[in-house]
């Protein structure tokens, strides 16, 4: 039996949830910039944060200039294309901010060389994060299947323990780069993001702890020393009180 850790915070609609991430992002910020002088923040891919990007462009004295922004996982497609995470939050987020070219950090998955591209990759945190490689906020989803960024169940990338990028397959779209749990795990603070009915059973399995971390690669993390905040709508609550 495995629980998972941390807050889980049920709120009424995914425009909650997209507020409540707002306002974890944005102080976040301001501690990460006020400590040390900037944000590392990892972004999640898929759709649910399209909203939380679109939001997040209008946010009144958010310090881009002070900020540096990576990716939790990338499918190995073009940064043009519509399946790239890159390019979702460039659309809806990056082009409509003063954030510095060199302080985007795109996870480079349309290379020919996926392992070299996450070696690389993880050669970038370290160089950014320095020691002992802490990113200050990881966005994460969590996939109908219980994966989460490309942590996808029963894959060799769910028991890494030493590297923190590393190319996987993928059953849908395309193989990927992907953090691993022990990227996810150093990190200050993670914040998942669970919206709508089709979360529902997922969130369900997760929240009994029957199933292991291989059968749902969300339960592995579970930050060290960090904070982790499950952000839900009714829709995706599982909890006996809930209504959908
Ligand atoms: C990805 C994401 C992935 C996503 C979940 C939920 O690259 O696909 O990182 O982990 O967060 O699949 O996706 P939705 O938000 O689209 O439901």
Redesign the pocket.
């Known amino acids: 039996m495995k629980h998972p850790t941390g807050r889980w915070i049920v709120l009424p609609d995914a425009t909650s949830v997209r507020d409540a991430a707002l306002q974890r992002l944005a102080d976040a910020a301001t501690r990460a910039q006020a400590e040390r002088g900037v944000f590392h923040v990892a972004l999640?891919?898929?759709?649910?944060?399209r909203r939380l990007y679109e939001a997040w462009r209008h946010l009144e004295g958010f310090d881009w200039g002070r900020t540096e922004v990576f990716w939790?996982?990338?499918?190995a497609v073009s940064p043009r294309h519509d399946d790239s995470?890159y390019h979702m939050a460039w659309e809806t987020l990056l082009r409509h901010v003063a954030i510095p070219s060199a302080s985007v950090h795109r996870m480079p998955a349309d290379s020919d060389d996926l392992d070299g591209a996450a070696r690389r990759y993880e050669s970038l945190l370290r160089s950014r994060l320095g020691a002992p490689g802490r990113l200050d906020l990881v966005l994460?989803?969590?996939?109908t299947d219980g994966?989460?960024?490309?942590l996808f169940p029963g894959m060799p990338s769910l028991s890494e323990t030493r590297r923190w990028v590393v190319a996987t397959p993928a059953p849908v779209?395309a193989p990927?780069l992907t953090g691993t749990a022990t990227l996810f795990n150093a990190a200050r603070e993670v914040v998942f993001l669970v919206t709508?009915d089709?979360?529902r059973h997922a969130v369900s399995r997760i929240r009994s702890g029957t199933d292991g971390t291989d059968a749902l690669p969300a339960l592995l993390i579970q930050p060290r020393d960090g904070m982790l905040t499950w952000l839900l709508d009714r829709r995706a609550d599982a909890s006996d009180n809930a209504v959908p």
Do not use: W
Not at 72 to 75: A, H, K, L
């Open positions: 999640s891919g898929g759709s649910t944060p939790g996982d990338e499918r995470n994460l989803g969590l996939g994966h989460t960024a490309s779209i990927r709508g089709t979360k």
